[in-house]
């Protein structure tokens, strides 16, 4: 692991592709090498430093929430597998001095903004990339069996949805990328230009809950080649019908953006899975955290959490696991936080708690 300020840590693989990402320049963030070269160990001669770390400036969602949850949790490590720019992941240090943080993110300018918050917390913070399924892997990796809490936010931060070269927005004109990873080969141009009718319309209907995915698939079959962010989000607003468009609250093309980000990034492949890894690492009086942004995304984690609490126990029957729901249903954002970030409007938020082994499950 690279060692950053204090005992914030990142691996090779962070630094090198952090430093060869060309949207780097566009966030005005720099990382300095004050090493001659990579360490196999820890030392104490290599720093990370990023300029204005104000520019990745996201509102997390929920984050007072959270925090509170956190504050009463049992030391140990918190793994938040959507680290960002580490805003839950602050909330969390300062509300429990007893927890280290395990971010796990895949977005390097992300990670690298990260790295500048948490820098103030020596000794309680460690950074890795890859994608939230490897985590689990991650934590055993680097010699923890279990986790007092995890955090996983599934949605796009505001830095990601406002720096048009990344191309996830359709307010801003950019080229079709939508990665999370730039260093993956798979970009939005790919799933709008090369696949099928039929797939671009289950991707849109499946991942976006769009109502008009066959019009829409069949309106961008009918205009493609596409390059660019811009023209795809008007040739889908043109494909709804009218009344569609007079009634939306929204931009007509956010639902077709979700769903194609989500297919270029495989997020809903992954998630079930790693739901299920890291409840099993939960430690006792740990709890496990998930904010989801749309219905797909929302069963899949509900079922899995389900599934683990019933353990097979028939409907009506007292469940016979250590897991329980620290709350039944969904919690959302309060109004005043809807007033201020939009983004957080079809935020829920879901808990799950493991009970210590001798604790009554009856």
Not at 1 to 18: A, D, H, K, V, W
Not at 123 to 146: E, I, N, Q
Not at 168 to 185: A, I, N
Not at 325 to 331: E, I, M, P, Q, S
Request: net charge negative; aromatic share 6%; proline share 5%.
């Amino acid at each position: 692991m690279r060692p950053l300020i204090g005992g914030l840590s990142m691996t090779e693989s962070m630094f090198t592709s952090y430093r060869n990402n060309p949207w780097s320049n566009s966030l005005t963030a720099r990382a300095t090498r004050r090493c001659p070269s990579f360490p196999t160990t820890p030392t104490s001669g290599c720093t990370f430093s990023m300029t204005n770390s104000n520019a990745f400036d996201h509102s997390p969602v929920m984050v007072e929430e959270i925090a509170e949850l956190a504050s009463n949790l049992p030391p140990g490590v918190f793994a938040d597998l959507t680290l960002g720019g580490a805003g839950h992941g602050v909330a969390v240090l300062e509300a429990n001095s007893e927890l280290s943080l395990f971010g796990v993110d895949q977005d390097d300018i992300a990670l690298a903004a990260a790295g500048a918050k948490l820098a103030t917390y020596p000794d309680r913070a460690t950074m890795v990339k890859t994608r939230f399924d490897g985590a689990a892997d991650a934590l055993r990796d680097a010699g923890h069996d279990d986790v007092s809490g995890f955090l996983m936010d599934l949605g796009v931060s505001s830095p990601q949805l406002d720096v048009a070269e990344r191309g996830f927005s359709y307010r801003h004109d950019g080229p079709l990328d939508m990665r999370m990873d730039t260093t993956q080969t798979q970009t939005a141009a790919d799933v709008v230009n090369g696949y099928s009718f039929g797939e671009l319309a289950d991707v849109l209907q499946s991942y976006g809950d769009e109502r008009n995915a066959k019009r829409i698939a069949q309106a961008v079959i009918d205009g493609r080649p596409f390059d660019s962010t811009a023209a795809l989000a008007e040739t889908i607003a043109n494909a709804m019908p009218a009344a569609v468009r007079r009634k939306s609250t929204g931009h007509p093309a956010k639902r077709s953006f979700q769903a194609i980000r989500i297919e270029v990034n495989n997020e809903l492949a992954i998630l079930g899975t790693t739901v299920d890894a890291m409840i099993a690492m939960l430690a006792a009086g740990g709890i496990g955290l998930v904010l989801t942004y749309h219905s797909g995304e929302d069963r899949i984690v509900k079922d899995r959490m389900r599934r683990t609490i019933e353990a097979g126990v028939p409907a009506g029957m007292p469940p016979q696991s250590n897991y329980r729901w620290l709350w039944r249903g969904a919690r959302t954002p309060s109004e005043n936080e809807i007033e201020t970030n939009q983004r957080a409007r079809s935020a829920r938020l879901r808990a799950i708690t493991r009970i210590p082994e001798t604790a009554d499950i009856s």
